[in-house]
C-alpha cells in the first residue's frame, strides 16, 4: 500500500521563478495539509485541503498557492521565489475521521 | 511566539531504560496533541496523540501524558530500543476535524544505545 508520495524529491530554482509541488494522497485519504520544514526546525503548517477546497491557511504569504484535484491528489505552487523559500516542502494526508496525518518524505526545494 | 516548545534537542538513554521526552506549549485553547517520529530521509510517522479531555494514552510501549494546568506534554517509551532512535516532535491542534491544523514544536532527537 503506497503511502504520501511527492514528487520532484529535489528541486533547484532561480530566485524570482516560479515551483509546483505535487502530492498523492495515501489510498483512502481525502485531506490533504502542506507544511514547510527549515532545517533543524518543525514542520510549519502552510494549508489544508479538503473537497477541492482550502480549509486552513497558516501564516504564509498569498505566493503560496494550492490546489486539490477530485482525486484528492494536490498541488503547492509558490510564485516569486525567494531565497527564504529553501526548505523541505512535505505533504501529508489523512482521512476526516482520523486523528493523526501521514507524511510524504517531502520535495527539497533550493532557492539560488 | 513559538506556540509549541520542546526544550532538550536531543536525548540519549541506554536500551531497556524509560525514555521521556517532554512539550510545553503556550495556547490554553489547544485540544488535541500528537506525537510523530521521523527517520532520515522519511517524513513525520504519526505514533500517538491525546485530548484535551484525557491525562493519559496508552499504546504499547508509548504513552502519552497530559498536564493541562502546567500546559504540558510528555512522551514516555518503556522500554526503549534501538529502532526507537529518531527525531520525535510533539504537535498540538485546536481541533481535531478536517479543518484542523497542528502546530509543530521543533523535535528532539533520541538516540538509544544498545
Redesign the interface.
Known amino acids: 500500500d503506497a503511502g504520501?508520495t511527492q514528487s520532484p524529491t529535489h528541486l533547484i530554482k532561480t530566485r524570482g521563478q516560479q515551483v509546483t509541488l505535487r502530492c498523492s494522497p495515501k489510498s483512502g485519504h481525502d485531506?490533504v495539509?502542506w507544511?514547510q520544514q527549515a532545517l533543524?526546525?518543525?514542520?510549519?503548517?502552510i494549508f489544508?485541503y479538503?473537497e477541492e477546497e482550502e480549509?486552513?491557511r497558516?501564516n504564509f504569504p498569498d505566493r503560496f498557492s494550492g490546489h486539490q484535484f477530485p482525486n484528492y491528489s494536490s498541488e503547492l505552487n509558490v510564485n516569486a521565489l525567494l531565497l527564504g523559500d529553501s526548505a523541505l516542502y512535505?505533504c501529508?494526508s489523512k482521512r476526516?475521521t482520523d486523528?493523526?496525518?501521514?507524511?510524504?518524505?517531502?520535495t527539497r526545494l533550493t532557492v539560488v | 511566539d513559538q506556540q509549541v516548545k520542546q526544550n532538550s534537542p536531543s536525548l540519549s538513554v541506554q536500551e531497556g531504560r524509560i525514555s521521556i521526552l517532554n512539550c510545553d506549549y503556550t495556547n490554553s485553547m489547544f485540544d488535541y496533541f500528537l506525537w510523530y517520529k521521523k527517520y532520515p530521509a522519511e517524513g513525520p510517522t504519526f505514533l500517538i496523540s491525546i485530548s484535551s479531555i484525557k491525562d493519559k494514552n496508552e499504546d504499547g510501549r508509548f504513552t502519552v501524558f497530559l498536564n493541562k494546568s502546567a500546559k504540558h506534554l510528555s512522551l514516555h517509551i518503556v522500554p526503549s530500543q534501538p529502532g526507537d532512535s529518531a527525531v520525535y516532535f510533539c504537535a498540538a491542534s485546536l481541533f481535531n476535524t478536517n479543518a484542523g491544523k497542528s502546530t509543530f514544536g521543533d523535535g528532539t532527537t533520541l538516540t538509544v544505545k544498545p
Open positions: 504520501v485531506t495539509s507544511y533543524g526546525q518543525g514542520p510549519q503548517f489544508q479538503y480549509r486552513q497558516g512535505l501529508a476526516g486523528y493523526g496525518y501521514t507524511f510524504g518524505s517531502g
